[in-house]
């Protein structure tokens, strides 16, 4: 089994940080990719930004300037550095993991955080 347990939502104010932390944990082999997608209400959850094995990045050009995704791989944790935060960044922020056990390949999703731009 893997989980993927994500911390570091919240309220902000516009033009506010803040910062997202996921770490995985469980019968891990590898991490092929970790990273971040959101879900606004009444949107289809999009990507945000991804750290893909070799360390090759994939953002959403929404947030580009804006926001950094890192990882720290002796902690099998990922982390979302948000800044200039917009009330349109508002949304349930979903950890995401590509992640191989002994039994094969998998997808994983976290619980998501909330996180809400308003003044």
């Known amino acids: 089994q893997v989980q993927l347990v994500e911390s570091g939502g919240g309220l902000v104010q516009p033009g506010g940080s803040l910062r997202l932390s996921c770490a995985a944990s469980?019968?891990?082999?590898?991490?092929?990719?970790m990273g971040w997608y959101r879900q606004a209400p009444g949107k289809e959850r999009e990507l945000v930004a991804t750290?893909?094995?070799?360390?090759?990045?994939n953002n959403a050009d929404s947030v580009k300037g804006r926001f950094t995704v890192s990882r720290d791989n002796a902690k099998n944790t990922v982390y979302l550095q948000m800044n200039s935060l917009k009330p349109e960044d508002t949304a349930v922020y979903y950890c995401n993991a590509v992640i191989r056990t002994l039994t094969g390949l998998y997808n994983y999703w976290g619980q998501g955080t909330q996180v809400t731009v308003s003044s």
């Open positions: 469980g019968n891990i082999v590898s991490i092929n990719a």
């Open positions: 750290i893909i094995s070799g360390g090759r990045l």
